[in-house]
Each structure stands twice: as structure tokens, then as C-alpha cells.
């Protein structure tokens, strides 16, 4: 079984501060994990993702997470928010022996203020 | 390269009506996947397609609905009847394959509300 907690379901944060999303997993077995951007009235974006090999893991737009499976924590950060990066955000886990089914948590809202 | 297309974008019926949602995955892509979005959560996945063969169906509500994915491109989802509970975003996706590190593309979704 796996599952995914985002803490915190609404984050706010002033322009060129640091942005924290925290995000703990749990599964029986070598996780893959994701982290996902939904603008309003659209689809799933990939920002970035864990498989294997560096626990560092830079994406797109500034982003990045680190995988600590000490903590079974995927926090993403971002050192300097941009009012564009207010969306709403999403971790998922899977793994190889499940065909890629994928549990995602419940999101959490960031907004960003100026 | 062209994105997920999911049609239409927006639905509203009433309660026991039937509706049906169209979904044209990234050209190649052998993996399909139906999600239900419900407002305020994540997406909770309904059924995954390996080509045109069902992956994984456990949460699908087979008692009122349905999906098909001929030829193993396009895909359809059905709900019927409807319930006021199914009002939610169904969010299709597409990956070239079903392993567990492939990133899943998605599309805009479809926006359903059932009065």
C-alpha cells in the first residue's frame, strides 16, 4: 500500500521569499515520487520527479526536492517565489511493481503576495 | 507535440442522466488513465489502460460506469446513471508506458456538475 500527506493545504508566501510545500509518503516498497503544478482550469503539469539515483532533484521553473528516506519526506522548494508560481500543487507516489498506479495527496494552494 | 485532448471541457446534467467523456492521448503512448478529481482533493485514479487492455480497475464504480479504450489510441468514460456525488473534474492521461518512474501527462480535464 502507499499513501501521500501534504501538510498544510494552504500556503501563503510574499514575492521573493522562500517556498516550502512539505510532502511525506509512505509505501512497502522503493518509492518513485512526483511533484506536480495545476494552474486554474488545467491539467497536471510535471514539475519534477524522483526515480533513482541523486536524492536531489532539480525540475522546471526553479523548483527543487529532495528525497530522504530517513524522514519518507519529499519536501519541494523554491528559494525565491514569483507571483507566476501561485497554482496549486501535488506530490504522488508510485513504484515499479504496481504498473505506475499513482497515489496523489490532496494538494496543497499556494499563493504568492506582493 | 500535441497534449492530451479531452472533450468537452464542460458538462452540467441532472442526476440519473447519462454522460460520456472523450479523451485522444499523446501519439505513441502505450498507458491510458482515467482520474476523478473531486474538489479540494487529488486526483483518485478510476482505471489505467495498457494499450487497449485494462491495467488496473479497482476503484472504478462499475455499477455506473464504464470506459473503453478501442484500437488501443482514443478513449471513452462513461457514467450511468449520474449522481450528485460524480460532480468532479475527470482528468485523462497519457504515458509511453505503464513503469512506475514514467511521467504521466495530462489533459485539461472535463468539468462535470450534476444537479
Known amino acids: 500500500a502507499q499513501s501521500v500527506t501534504q501538510l498544510g493545504s494552504h500556503v501563503s508566501v510574499s514575492e521573493g521569499a522562500l517556498v516550502l510545500l512539505r510532502c511525506n509518503y509512505s509505501?512497502?516498497?522503493?518509492?518513485?515520487l512526483f511533484w506536480y503544478v495545476q494552474y486554474p482550469n488545467q491539467g497536471l503539469q510535471l514539475l519534477l520527479k524522483?526515480?533513482?539515483?541523486?536524492?536531489l532533484v532539480k525540475g522546471i521553473n526553479g523548483f527543487e526536492a529532495e528525497f530522504k528516506k530517513s524522514e519518507t519526506s519529499f519536501h519541494l522548494t523554491k528559494p525565491s517565489a514569483h507571483m507566476s508560481d501561485a497554482a496549486e500543487y501535488f506530490c504522488?507516489?508510485?513504484?515499479?511493481?504496481?504498473?505506475?498506479?499513482?497515489?496523489f495527496g490532496d494538494g496543497t494552494t499556494l499563493t504568492v503576495k506582493p | 507535440e500535441a497534449g492530451v485532448a479531452q472533450s468537452p471541457r464542460y458538462k452540467i446534467i441532472e442526476k440519473r442522466q447519462s454522460v460520456a467523456f472523450w479523451c485522444n492521448p499523446i501519439?505513441?503512448?502505450?498507458?491510458l488513465y482515467w482520474y476523478q478529481q473531486i474538489l479540494g482533493q487529488g486526483p483518485k485514479l478510476l482505471i489505467q489502460?495498457?494499450?487497449?487492455?485494462?491495467?488496473?480497475d479497482s476503484q472504478l464504480p462499475k455499477d455506473r460506469f464504464s470506459a473503453e479504450r478501442l484500437k488501443g489510441v482514443d478513449s471513452t468514460l462513461k457514467i450511468q446513471p449520474a449522481k450528485l456525488e460524480d460532480s468532479a473534474v475527470y482528468l485523462c492521461?497519457?504515458?509511453?508506458?505503464?513503469?512506475?518512474?514514467?511521467?504521466?501527462?495530462f489533459g485539461p480535464g472535463t468539468r462535470l456538475l450534476v444537479l
Open positions: 492521461a497519457s504515458s509511453l508506458d505503464s513503469g512506475g518512474g514514467e511521467t504521466q501527462y
Open positions: 509505501s512497502s516498497v522503493p518509492p518513485y
Open positions: 524522483y526515480t533513482t539515483g541523486a536524492t
Open positions: 504522488a507516489v508510485t513504484h515499479n511493481t504496481n504498473a505506475g498506479k499513482s497515489t
Open positions: 501519439s505513441g503512448h502505450a498507458t
Open positions: 489502460f495498457q494499450n487497449n487492455g485494462v491495467v488496473d
